[in-house]
């Protein structure tokens, strides 16, 4: 089972950046799915989830509004777009899969993250 996490890099104050997360492995359409970030020096931060189906989602209070998960069942791919992005989002992303909601005990698998660096 392998989930790969894409898309993070430099951005200013305000811009968009597009995550992806390709997963491979598993029954991709039958796992809720979930991103959560790290910054330097902090715990592990839940962001969004969404469930199989990807019919519900659910998001962070620091991020709704800003930012919007999404899912591909053919393709076995999850996408986070970001935007308006500050600098406080400036963390490792991780996609994860096995569960809905913010307790990242729940999750089963995890991949490795992408730097997303928002600069002022």
């Known amino acids: 089972v392998q989930l790969q996490a894409s898309g993070g890099g430099l951005v200013q104050a305000g811009g968009s950046l597009r995550l992806s997360c390709a997963a491979s492995g598993l029954t991709f359409s039958r796992y809720h799915m979930g991103w959560f970030r790290q910054a330097p020096g902090k715990g592990r931060e839940f962001v969004a989830s969404i469930t199989s189906s990807g019919l519900n989602t659910f998001y962070a209070d620091s991020v709704k509004g800003r930012v919007t998960i999404s899912r591909d069942n053919v393709k076995n791919m999850m996408f986070l777009q970001m935007d308006k992005l500050k600098p406080e989002d400036t963390a490792d992303y991780y996609c994860?899969?096995?569960?809905?909601?913010?307790?990242?005990?729940?999750?089963?698998?995890w991949g490795r993250g992408t730097l997303v660096t928002v600069s002022s």
């Open positions: 994860t899969a096995g569960s809905f909601g913010q307790n990242p005990r729940a999750y089963d698998v």
